[in-house]
Structure formats: structure tokens, C-alpha cells
């Protein structure tokens, strides 16, 4: 029993850790700034999780596993969200640090955060296909901006695991911030899937 829960954290682990370095790596590319990850931590959780302190943009997405499409987000804080969007329709660095205190968004804004949401879509699909080939298919869902202390809305049952991960994230040369991601537990080990 212990020995197939300590497998099941390794391999969340790995599929978080997978997702985390694909994000940072395609949206590095695309923004054309760096986006660097660290201190990752991961556990399972059955209830959502809210951002703190601060307004945060939840981009939420749906990953079909095994033909069943179950619901996950990616929590950004709201000035780093408006940021990698400023970036998208490559804005300068001095435009993107003043749009960052942006708290009412102009259209135009408004589709690159959806874009956003596609690229992330895009890099989860990938990273989560890495750790369960041929199983998985993920989507963006579009996003959702939520006040502080609120979690994203998305369709679940009450006894649903998430996989709930924090990673500190920092984009070019802005402070470090928190990001949580909220992946659906996926189940069962195939062979290979966690390196021994």
C-alpha cells in the first residue's frame, strides 16, 4: 500500500514538475522574456484553491482522461497575467510595467489573455501527454479573474482530488510571484511512467 501511494507522489510530482517546466519554456518563446520557475510544491486536495491577497486570473482548462473531461485552472496574479498579455501583443517593457496596475482591461487585452489561455492549453496538453501518453487531452476553457480569497468555478464532484501545486514564478524582471495550479488527479501507473 505504501509503496503504491509513495509511486502515485512521484508521479504527481513528475507531472507537475513536467507541466511547470513546459509552461515556462513555451511562454519564455513566446513572450520573448524569460519566465523562470522554482520552489515547487505539490499535494492532493479535494477542495479548490483560492488566490490570496491579491486578484488573480484563473486559466481554466479541461483535460480528457480516459474519455472522462474533468476540469482544472492555473491561478496567476492579476498585474503578472495583464503582464505576459501586454507581452503577447509585444508591448515594451516600460508600457507592460505601467499596464501592470491596470485594473480595467480594454478589449484588445482582454483577447490576448484568452490567447494567453491558449498557449497554456497548449503547453499543458503537452506536458501532461509526456507523463500519460495516449490517456490524456487538455484544452483551455478560457479564463476568469477572481477577488481575493475566491476560487475559480469549474464543474467537479464533491469527493474530486485535485493535484494542487504552488510554484514560485518570475517573469523577466519583475518580482517573483506565487502561481498555483489545479490538475485533476489522474490515477494508475502505466509502465514506465515513473523513472525508478
Request: charged share 25%.
Amino acid at each position: 500500500m505504501q509503496a503504491t501511494l509513495d509511486r502515485q507522489q512521484a508521479l504527481d510530482r513528475r507531472l507537475v514538475q513536467q507541466c511547470f517546466n513546459k509552461l515556462a519554456e513555451d511562454l519564455s518563446m513566446l513572450l520573448d522574456r524569460p519566465l523562470l520557475c522554482s520552489q515547487v510544491e505539490v499535494a492532493r486536495a479535494r477542495q479548490r484553491v483560492a488566490g490570496e491577497k491579491a486578484v488573480h486570473v484563473a486559466f481554466r482548462f479541461g483535460v480528457t482522461v480516459d474519455g472522462t473531461l474533468r476540469h482544472g485552472a492555473l491561478l496567476v496574479p492579476l498585474p503578472e497575467a495583464i503582464a505576459m498579455a501586454c507581452y503577447l501583443m509585444m508591448m515594451a517593457d516600460d508600457v507592460v510595467a505601467a499596464r501592470r496596475k491596470d485594473r480595467d482591461m480594454e478589449r484588445a487585452t482582454k483577447d490576448a489573455l484568452l490567447e494567453v489561455g491558449n498557449l497554456i492549453g497548449g503547453s499543458l496538453d503537452c506536458a501532461v501527454r509526456e507523463v500519460f501518453p495516449r490517456r490524456t487531452s487538455t484544452r483551455s476553457e478560457g479564463c476568469q479573474g477572481l477577488k481575493s480569497g475566491f476560487a475559480p468555478a469549474f464543474p467537479r464532484t464533491a469527493d474530486e482530488e485535485h493535484v494542487v501545486a504552488r510554484a514560485t514564478l518570475a517573469l523577466h524582471d519583475f518580482p517573483a510571484f506565487d502561481a498555483w495550479l489545479m490538475l485533476p488527479a489522474i490515477e494508475g501507473v502505466e509502465p514506465g511512467d515513473v523513472s525508478s
